[in-house]
């Protein structure tokens, strides 16, 4: 029952992401010209999702935090945390006839870490007020060298984990990797969450200006320490996940993972200075820099060169996107003056 | 120093409130100082080869290059801005003066090349700041972080650059009779960056705008001018530290300095310069350095893991924060005022 109207105002309210996915298909059919239609294929494009759905995960988190303000740059230390107590848990509670405890299990408890570190993070930014940046850095150092604790410097390998626990990252249901819903699934809750739960409009709310978020009877501090605890929570599953499918947890596992997510949040249009970006908009970013990472290396591009080409090009959408909503609020400007 | 800094900041802002004692003392400077000498009093009682002159330098020497970058990045928090990107910017410039020296370039020349390479890589950060206002700080550097290790992996592929002249060494392993030359590199930085910062209106317009950047232009400060000159300067001190890795190191290869940026950051929060701009003091800095060398070398004498040092660090910066912090939450807190009935602290 969607009339001319409504389709016109969902297709201007997302001129971004529509921007943004006509970009992934364009590069996509760039890229698979020049590879020589090796880019296209069923098997490269379910790699790639594979490959992508943990980092869409964490974007999907990650934007929350986003939203509110803040920023969390602890989710790297988090995932190992969650990803070295999990398989360690599930390291000795292995039988000798290589049983073990449930993978769901494992998974929840993997989560629960992840969202104690979260929890952390929120307290001290909403109720001692920690800036983000210097709460999460501490809180990054902190996880980083309880996770090497917990580990004792030793990895935990293939022959440590059980095979019921390594299926979830190999196995498939109707076809398609478990780790892809696993991502669908995270992306309807978080799509429903953000756009239409209460909380969810609430975290969009605080985002664009805390005090007028409080002066309407909005929890501020605890709808922003929420919005840590889901990273968290979000940061613990995609930790074990990665855990499991690279079958190795170790003390340096997803260094650096922070960057990769913030900096697809900003390719998916999340606003940095917070209140604005969708959720839809996050999995693309995820998607876009996913295909990236899969791209530069089939165009037989030198593994030296990649780096630096990645940033240039989050480098340039960024500032495309810049200079669109540059024009985009000046014609609103402009519009409101005639009328 | 300190001293004085307060008088004349106090005077002006503040427009002469009376000398107090108990504000005097209640600073952050006090609680660094305080700081210091528990962790010094700790690595002591731990250790009887702490307190051995030579070994002190020789920490001191292991840490100073870093602490270079300690005063713009200052600069840079002063103004409410963070500058990732320094490690890779230290990298590149190091990277480009080892190629361009093994190239048959004097070494003299290719120091300046790095020194240019840097101010070019701030200048880049700060220009695309200054020109798309709506970006935050955090994302260009953050693609400057990518970039700037990218291009320098892009010259020097996996391999590294190095066998430098032997003088070259000096600057990071030379002595001044039995003071490590970084140090004194160090303390005449600290110096002149305090000068600069507490002293001139230069400085003074760099706390002006962080704690309204609208009001400073206003004002008559030329609010993007300064910007761009920070973060210029930041990318030239970044050379100037990677030229004293690469010395102290004997050769450059694209992965070096990386971290740095973060213990860089949490040195100069832990001493007291606050992310919302406009907040802290030189002394605070340098006193906060000292601590986090120091406690690395006091814990790695007695073989704490480094592991453990890492958590210790985190610790100190949250708890650094949050206890200035502290006075405020509890006093907005409405237990804490039904406790105490006080509505001051």
Known sequence: MMNKGTAKRMLSQNVREICLFCVIILLAALVNLRSGGNFLTAKNISDMLVDTSILAILTMGMMSVIITGGIDLSVGSSMALAGMVGTTILKNSMASDGSGLHPIMIIVIAMCIGAAGGLVNGVLISRLNVLPIIATLGTMNIYRGVTYLVSGGFWVLQQNMTTAFMSVATGRLMGVNNLIWIAVLVFLVNFYFLGYARTGRQIYAVGNSSESAAISGINTKKVVTLAYVVTGALAGLSGILYVCRFAASQGETATGYEMNVIASCVLGGVSISGGSGKVHGALLGAIMFGMLNNALPLLKISPFWQEAIRGLIILFSILVNALVSRHSTKKALERRAIA | ?345
């Open chain 2, 1 to 345: 120093m300190e001293q004085s800094t307060q008088r004349v900041s106090s005077r002006v802002i503040l427009n002469e409130r009376p000398f107090s004692f108990r504000r005097f003392f209640l600073q952050w400077e006090w609680m660094l100082v305080l700081l210091f000498i528990i962790i010094n009093a700790v690595n002591i009682s731990l250790s009887p080869n702490y307190l051995v002159f030579d070994n002190i330098m020789s920490a001191i020497q292991m840490f100073c290059d870093k602490s270079i970058l300690v005063f713009p990045m200052m600069m840079v928090i002063l103004l409410g801005d963070i500058d990732i990107s320094i490690a890779s910017t230290m990298a590149l410039s190091a990277v480009i003066m080892g190629v361009s020296y093994n190239a048959g370039m004097p070494m003299e020349a290719a120091m300046l090349l790095a020194l240019a390479v840097g101010a070019a890589c701030g200048f880049i950060n700060g220009m695309l700041l200054v020109k798309f206002k709506e970006l935050s700080a955090m994302i260009v550097t953050l693609v400057g972080m990518i970039v700037y290790r990218g291009i320098a992996s892009i010259i020097l592929e996996d391999g590294a650059a190095g066998s430098f002249p032997a003088w070259f060494q000096y600057l990071g392993w030379g002595y001044v009779g039995k003071v490590p030359f970084i140090l004194i590199v160090f303390a005449i930085e600290a110096v002149v960056f305090g000068y600069i910062i507490h002293f001139t209106r230069f400085g003074r317009g760099v706390y002006a705008m962080g704690n309204n950047a609208v009001t400073a232009r206003y004002s008559g400060i030329r609010v993007d001018r300064y910007r761009l000159l920070i973060f210029t300067a930041m990318g030239v001190f970044s050379a100037i530290a990677a030229i004293f890795l690469a010395s102290k190191m004997g050769s450059v290869r694209p992965s070096m300095a990386k971290g740095y940026e973060m213990d860089i950051i949490a040195m100069v929060v832990l001493g007291g310069v606050s992310n919302n701009g406009g907040k802290g003091r030189v002394p605070g800095v340098v006193i906060s350095t000292f601590i986090v060398g120091l406690l690395r070398y006091g814990l790695g004498i007695i073989n704490v893991p480094s592991q453990t040092i890492m958590i210790i660090v985190g610790v100190l910066l949250i708890v650094a924060v949050i206890i200035p912090n502290l006075k405020t939450t509890l006093s907005s807190s409405k237990t804490f005022r039904k406790f105490f009935n006080t509505s001051s602290f």
